[in-house]
């Protein structure tokens, strides 16, 4: 089975800190990406990576950073917290192919920023 | 550029009873259509998907859903719904690239005894 672990279940963090959340996938997966999910808005893609020191913004890319050093981890970084990113993060990993590969998800992490 | 509508934010249903979760999209190329679950706590889990083919997909857990092109829809159904089912739902399309998706808002699913 593919697993995708997250480093942390919850967070709680002040406004103002850098933030680190890590991704790992024990699939030799070349795709990862980052999602926050808000009540109400569904998830929505932060940042990609198809291939290691590789990134891709996705559709709200403001106020992150990425980095991928190694295959098996992405880690997302907020540089200085802010309330408004008081979400759910979700990290996760597919093969590249030529359709489109089955994502599998990560836990998730709970982060609240007060 | 592509979009996912789920029409029904919540679903409440008896246990056993037949759902039908709905969902619409819009594309300008051919599309990927997929269904996750969400269980309390976790991660998103695959339900099934539609890439080619048949367009009544089979997924895990007896749900199936059915790709309609001309109406533009790719409805999840199950025909006797479990307390376990209870859930959140997403719909998720991809058209026009092999890594993104882009996912639906959710519908909650609550399977009541």
């Known amino acids: 089975d593919v697993k995708v672990t997250q480093s942390s279940r919850y967070l709680v963090k002040r406004t103002g800190e850098k933030v680190f959340l890590e991704c790992v996938q024990d699939?030799?997966?070349?795709?990862m990406f980052w999602y926050r999910q808000d009540p109400g808005l569904g998830l929505r893609l932060i940042y990609f990576s198809y291939d290691v020191k590789m990134k891709e913004k996705g559709d709200i890319p403001e106020g992150y950073s990425v980095s991928r050093e190694k295959k098996e981890r992405f880690s997302l970084i907020l540089e200085s917290a802010s309330t408004n990113q008081t979400s759910m993060y979700l990290c996760?990993?597919?093969?590249?192919?030529?359709?489109?590969?089955?994502?599998?998800f990560g836990p998730g992490t709970r982060l609240l920023v007060l | 550029a592509q979009s996912v509508t789920q029409l029904d934010s919540q679903v409440p249903v008896f246990e056993e009873a037949p759902v039908e979760l709905r969902c619409n999209y819009s594309?300008?190329?051919?599309?990927?259509l997929f269904w996750y679950v969400q269980y309390p706590n976790q991660g998103l889990q695959l339900l099934l998907k539609y890439l080619s083919g048949s367009t009544l997909v089979k997924g895990i857990n007896g749900f199936e859903a059915e790709f309609n092109k001309s109406q533009t829809s790719f409805h999840l159904r199950k025909p006797s719904v479990h307390i376990s089912d209870t859930a959140e739902y997403f719909c998720?399309?991809?058209?026009?690239?092999?890594?993104?998706?882009?996912f639906g808002k959710g519908t909650l699913l609550t399977v009541n005894p």
């Open positions: 996760a990993s597919s093969q590249r192919g030529v359709l489109m590969e089955t994502q599998y």
């Open positions: 998720a399309v991809s058209g026009g690239s092999n890594y993104k998706l882009t």
């Open positions: 594309s300008s190329v051919s599309v990927y």
């Open positions: 699939m030799d997966h070349e795709n």
